[in-house]
């Protein structure tokens, strides 16, 4: 039996702003998590390339609104700099 990944953990050295903030952050990251993984098999971010993260953005959140990809981008850029890379995606 596998461990689930905690996300909430994860983020929290990078985590600022409201309590509401926060949360829409983690659920977010928490979507952006299942679906690479059940695209690429990339079960934590650890494993993900910028790649990855595009797919999501590009054929998930394709037809959403643009304020919707907003935050989607912003939840992406917390990722990227607790992941310590230098990923940068269009709003």
Request: some cysteine; proline content about 1%; hydrophobic content about 40%.
């Amino acid at each position: 039996m596998r461990k689930q990944f905690d996300m909430e953990l994860f983020l929290a050295g990078v985590l600022t702003g409201s309590h509401a903030t926060r949360q829409r952050h983690l659920q977010q990251a928490k979507i952006i998590q299942t679906e690479i993984a059940e695209r690429w098999q990339r079960e934590t971010p650890w494993a993900w390339q910028r790649k990855h993260v595009a797919w999501f953005l590009e054929h998930r959140l394709g037809r959403c609104s643009e304020l919707t990809r907003y935050y989607y981008v912003l939840t992406i850029r917390l990722l990227a700099r607790r992941l310590e890379k230098s990923w940068v995606f269009d709003r």
